[in-house]
């Protein structure tokens, strides 16, 4: 009995660590964080490319930008509008030390994938029967909203001093790096498929796909939110998201054994 209920035990953490790692994959682990005290600005670049291929809420939300784009004209205009906005508050933000709650703005960055997949479904006219919200207008809009959240990221290494702009721009520079393979991928992909039959019926499956994944990671943000004691306060604090789950699976497996224990001595 004990030894299924301890096995329950960790299945339950297990869980929960990869509930969590879904919904915050995309943080920096401590041996890139120890790599970058050791490197330099190279390995800020490294850093922020391999943060924005493993960042799913920035990728969905390009894919979901370019998903009807065909000319090379409007994919170059409407990226380099995102790649400004997240560009613009990455820096402000980073080199002026503001930071913003790291749930939050994960949550709000979620929302904005059910945004643009929104609008690629016609959803303001079908459902809304409004005009349009100019997309270029938004798309900057949330690349600011976005660069937030790499900001975010990027205050959780342990920047240089003397070199604090270097090693933003260096950063920025790896993310646009992982920008560019990502969306190399995906207009390789979308290219190949358009001229199938099967073209149509897959964009608006994958656009209703984008909104449920957006809401999934809101409401992953919103609960990882609930967890934090001080809603204000920055980082992963010592009774994070996973902690708490590990906690609570450990006080109810104790709560059991103790039951059981007092069971059998009845």
Not at 50 to 71: E, P
Request: aromatic share 12%; charged share 15%.
């Amino acid at each position: 009995m004990l030894s299924v209920i301890k096995q329950s035990r960790w299945l339950l953490a297990v869980v929960a660590t990869l509930v969590a790692s879904q919904a915050f994959g995309h943080g920096m682990s401590e041996a890139e964080k120890q790599s970058i005290i050791e490197g330099g600005n190279l390995r800020y670049l490294w850093i922020g490319a391999t943060h924005m291929l493993s960042g799913y809420d920035h990728l969905l939300f390009v894919f979901g930008i370019i998903f009807f784009l065909t000319r090379f004209k409007d994919i170059v205009k409407y990226i380099t509008a995102f790649t400004l906005g997240h560009s613009a508050t990455l820096i402000f933000a980073t080199f002026n030390g503001i930071q913003v709650n790291y749930f939050l703005i994960d949550a709000v960055i979620a929302l904005s994938v059910c945004y643009i997949a929104f609008a690629n479904l016609g959803g303001f006219k079908k459902y809304l029967d409004i005009k349009p919200p100019n997309m270029l207008v938004m798309i900057t809009s949330l690349g600011l909203i976005h660069g937030l959240g790499l900001s975010t990221r990027l205050q959780q290494l342990p920047l240089s001093e003397d070199q604090l702009l270097m090693n933003i721009i260096s950063f920025n520079i790896g993310i646009e790096v992982g920008q560019i393979m990502a969306l190399a991928a995906m207009l390789l992909i979308l290219a190949g498929w358009r001229k199938a039959d099967s073209f149509t019926p897959f964009s608006v499956i994958s656009n209703y796909g984008l909104i449920f994944a957006g809401l999934f990671l809101f409401m992953m943000q919103m609960h990882g939110y609930s967890h934090v004691t001080d809603p204000d306060e920055f980082g992963f604090s010592a009774d994070n998201h996973i902690h708490e789950h590990i906690k609570m699976n450990e006080e109810l497996t104790a709560k059991i054994i103790k039951e059981s224990t007092h069971d059998s001595i009845e």
